[in-house]
């Protein structure tokens, strides 16, 4: 039922998303323990620039991350490779972009609830500041890590407008899920189309279930 | 020795305070809530940096001008109000987070001994959440005393407890201090904690030193609103001479005189701290005949003070000649007119009642 070409867009959009969670986390973080930790003047307008997908319509961005990844942008010029549009490369650099707010700001948050006492406590018990980073203040946000990763991983999954500005449709390149529902229901293959849909909607609901449960665990455990 | 000075203007808050201390024993930083003792201790501890400050910990600089060695690198323990433990580590790997991370250092303080110490053995696998408030606290300690600290502070360590978890610390502290050689600064606003554990005290008020000196000397002196209190008191260092086993007694000397205490306070030579409540202290020109106190001790009054309309406060100094440790006496105006006291009379302190610090309630007088 499910055919070839079927699980070519399925496996795209499962190695796309999780390259971009990974780059996300590893960008996420130092990004996510800035936002929680500094006092500069201008923290809130970083802040404002990770949240701005979320509000920003996905067309608008894809539109600007076409512009600056075309072959003859400054960009792309001063990076002196080929253009990145129309790549799978250039689909896990607009993902980062589009998604940074699913991940950074749980991480932030979570961050955030440590409060000072933990590092300071450890800074006493002679860690130095990275030392500190990795055994205290990462394992305490562990909850925040990992609705990090999830949210960042779904919502990468279900991502459109950004792939359709800057993706278009090519097989086994960039036509991922959400692209090849589009296109199904365009041609008029409905049942394609029922497929994949319902497969998303039991991968949707069971994303938030089990974030949810290991929300509820995490949180018990780290209850103080 | 510990020399210490910060400054710095805090919003409204104005703090200066700068003091010299003693490199060993337990120094109780006391004033009451807002004095600025809490912030003295973390900018010891190198958490908080005011950039007018000193700080030297026998004859080693942490912190002058653009010095400032940052807390990690410094070798302290800090104990604070809250035990803080990580929740996400158990009771052992809490303890041992320090002590891996100062292993550079010689171990000076054992794994062992510091569990023996604080009776935390049964507690080693418990995630801290499942801990009372007060084994938490005792774990905190630990951790911080496992760090092989060559400083240890602590910022209320017993405040956020209730009475039962208090009684159930307090001894430990008092091994503690026994039993290491460490010194402590200890932050405190319970004069009867600063009394029990202090050997030197630092009275702060509105981010000012008012006073730093050994404890007995602070408590009595004439200057300080401390013996002003409705329950001022004396601390003596008794020591242990003779045991008489047949009326239950121990005589040890203080500084200046003897004292009969009841109970066997322990072999001769071994140092007991005793608390003298002022208010169980009278005074009297002759030594008293026909009477059921057993302490009276001769003295010099130093100053007699109106505490209030009807009552007056007495610094005496302990012994004939009057250099022995201080003492206070709380009576009545009326007596101190009719018997004509005046400054540098000699006079006989009768003691009612005594206490050691180290028990939990007061010692019945031995009348």
């Known amino acids: 039922?499910?055919?070839?070409?079927?699980?070519e867009i399925i496996g795209l959009t499962v190695r796309l998303a999780?390259?971009?969670?990974?780059?996300?986390l590893v960008l996420g973080t130092p990004l996510a323990w800035w936002l929680a930790r500094t006092n500069a003047w201008y923290k809130?307008?970083?802040g404002a620039l990770v949240a701005l997908p979320i509000v920003l319509p996905p067309t608008v961005l894809g539109f600007y991350l076409l512009v600056a990844m075309s072959p003859t942008s400054p960009l792309t010029q001063i990076l002196g490779g080929r253009g990145l549009a129309f790549s799978f490369e250039g689909l896990v650099v607009g993902s980062v972009i589009y998604s940074l707010p699913f991940v950074v700001n749980p991480i932030r948050n979570a961050f955030e609830a440590i409060g000072t006492r933990p590092l300071e406590v450890a800074a006493t018990?002679?860690?130095?500041?990275?030392?500190t980073f990795f055994t205290v203040a990462v394992p305490l946000a562990s909850p925040g890590?990992?609705?990090?990763?999830?949210?960042?991983?779904?919502?990468?999954i279900g991502e459109f407008g950004v792939v359709?500005?800057?993706?278009g449709s090519i097989p086994g390149e960039t036509k991922v899920l959400s692209i090849a529902i589009f296109d199904y229901v365009e041609t008029l293959q409905w049942d394609k189309a029922h497929?994949?849909?319902?497969?998303?909607l039991v991968f949707s609901f069971l994303v938030i279930f089990l974030m949810m449960l290991i929300e509820k665990r995490l949180g018990g455990r780290l209850a103080r | 020795m510990i020399t210490a000075r910060f400054a710095a203007a805090l919003g409204s808050f104005r703090l200066d305070a700068g003091f010299e201390i003693p490199g060993s024993g337990v120094t109780a930083l006391f004033g009451p809530s807002g004095c600025g003792k809490t912030t003295v201790l973390r900018c010891m501890a190198g958490l908080a940096r005011l950039a007018d400050g000193y700080l030297a910990i026998n004859g080693e600089v942490w912190q002058d001008g653009r010095t400032f060695t940052p807390p990690h690198r410094r070798p302290i323990g800090y104990v604070f109000q809250e035990a803080s433990l990580f929740p996400h580590m158990s009771v052992r790997d809490n303890l041992l987070y320090g002590f891996k991370r100062a292993k550079a250092d010689r171990p000076a303080v054992a794994f062992d001994d510091v569990v023996d110490l604080l009776g935390i053995g049964r507690l080693f696998d418990r995630p801290p959440m499942l801990l009372s408030g007060g084994e938490r606290q005792r774990v905190a300690i630990g951790r911080a005393l496992l760090s092989q600290p060559r400083l240890l502070l602590m910022d209320e360590p017993l405040s956020a407890l209730d009475r039962f978890s208090k009684d159930d610390i307090l001894p430990y502290l008092e091994r503690l201090h026994g039993a290491l050689s460490i010194p402590v600064v200890y932050v405190s606003h319970d004069i009867t904690e600063v009394e029990r554990l202090a050997d030197t005290l630092v009275l702060m008020k509105d981010g000012k030193v008012q006073a730093a000196g050994p404890l007995q000397d602070v408590l009595a002196d004439p200057a300080l609103p401390l013996a002003r209190m409705p329950q001022a008191a004396t601390v003596f260092a008794a020591r242990v001479e003779t045991v008489d086993a047949a009326y239950g007694l121990t005589e040890v000397t203080v500084p200046g005189g003897r004292l009969l205490v009841p109970g066997d306070l322990g072999a001769r030579g071994t140092t007991r701290r005793v608390r003298v409540l002022a208010s169980d202290v009278?005074?009297?020109?002759?030594?008293?005949?026909?009477?059921?106190?057993l302490n009276a001790l001769p003295a010099v009054i130093l100053a007699g003070e109106a505490t209030t309309d009807h009552q007056m406060t007495v610094f005496l100094a302990l012994g004939a000649d009057g250099q022995g440790a201080r003492l206070l006496a709380r009576i009545s105006r009326k007596s101190w007119d009719t018997l004509g006291f005046a400054p540098g009379d000699a006079v006989v302190a009768r003691v009612k009642g005594m206490a050691l610090t180290d028990q939990a309630s007061p010692a019945p007088a031995p009348a």
Do not use: K, N, Y
Request: hydrophobic share 55%.
């Open chain 1, 145 to 156: 890590f990992l609705t990090g990763a999830v949210l960042g991983f779904a919502h990468t």
């Open chain 1, 164 to 167: 359709l500005m800057i993706g």
């Open chain 1, 44 to 46: 809130e307008i970083v």
């Open chain 1, 195 to 200: 497929l994949l849909s319902a497969g998303m």
């Open chain 2, 282 to 293: 009278s005074l009297g020109r002759q030594a008293p005949v026909d009477t059921t106190i």
């Open chain 1, 125 to 131: 018990l002679r860690a130095s500041p990275l030392d």
């Open chain 1, 18 to 24: 999780a390259f971009t969670t990974v780059a996300l």
């Open chain 1, 1 to 7: 039922m499910v055919e070839p070409a079927m699980w």
